[in-house]
């Protein structure tokens, strides 16, 4: 499965943006899925993941409150609601297994590059 992101810009602190995730290739349908991201100089961590079947969801706890991961059957959506400067980052999504963020089923897309000014 090809990943393919968009919904990116740049905004100020205390912003929103709305980050989508379609699969160009393939489909996502029956797996969990995750958003990541990567700052500069920084490893590529998790910030968020939902189930195959929506019912269960993780954020990690710099965006707890802030961030929502949601998907419908085609999508997977990252709402991002007071974005702060450490926000800045590209973002990728990609298909994993539940809560085993070191393996990933789908290809690595592009990204879609978030940018928070103070």
């Known amino acids: 499965v090809q990943m393919a992101e968009s919904g990116g810009g740049s905004v100020q602190a205390g912003g929103s943006l709305r980050l989508s995730c379609a699969a160009s290739?393939?489909?996502?349908?029956?797996?969990?899925m995750a958003w990541f991201r990567q700052a500069p100089g920084k490893e590529r961590e998790v910030v968020a993941s939902?189930?195959?079947?929506?019912?269960s969801t993780y954020y990690v706890d710099s965006v707890k409150g802030r961030f929502t991961i949601s998907r419908d059957n085609a999508k997977v959506y990252l709402q991002m609601n007071n974005l702060k400067s450490e926000d800045t980052a590209i973002y990728y999504c990609?298909?994993?297994?539940?809560?085993?963020?070191?393996?990933?089923?789908?290809?690595w897309g592009q990204g879609t590059q978030v940018t928070v000014s103070s």
């Open positions: 290739r393939g489909t996502f349908s029956e797996y969990a």
């Open positions: 990609n298909a994993v297994p539940w809560a085993d963020y070191d393996h990933t089923f789908g290809s």
């Open positions: 939902i189930s195959w079947l929506s019912d």
